[in-house]
């Protein structure tokens, strides 16, 4: 098993950034993606970014420009760093561990994110 603890979250203006956390411990492997999906009220869960244990990226359209993914390896933590942050950008968000590229995936317990206008 995987726990994952997210921190991070929180109520930022239009425009304005914030940056998420998620460490991971447990049975970690040396192979590996962590990542983020959000999830608004009503809606399915949506992929956001992706970062592997070597360090290639992947964003969802709707972020890139204005998210960076990165991760300390040696911490067992991703970070998402997001800018330039507009309403509908308002949702949980959910880090995930996942073993190997297409593996079990663990999730963290979602942390609100919430942008006013």
């Known amino acids: 098993q995987v726990q994952l603890v997210e921190s991070g979250g929180g109520l930022v203006q239009a425009g304005g950034s914030l940056r998420l956390s998620c460490a991971a411990s447990?049975?970690?492997?040396?192979?590996?993606?962590m990542g983020w999906y959000s999830q608004a009220p009503g809606k399915q869960r949506d992929f956001i970014a992706s970062?592997?244990?070597?360090?290639?990226?992947s964003y969802a359209t709707s972020v890139k420009g204005r998210f960076t993914i990165s991760r300390d390896n040696a911490k067992s933590t991703v970070y998402l760093q997001m800018n330039s942050l507009n309403p509908e950008d308002t949702a949980v968000y959910y880090c995930?561990?996942?073993?190997?590229?297409?593996?079990?995936?663990?999730w963290g317990q979602g942390n609100q994110v919430t942008v006013s206008s």
């Open positions: 995930y561990y996942r073993y190997g590229l297409s593996g079990m995936n663990f």
């Open positions: 447990g049975r970690l492997v040396s192979l590996n993606v």
């Open positions: 970062i592997t244990s070597g360090g290639i990226t």
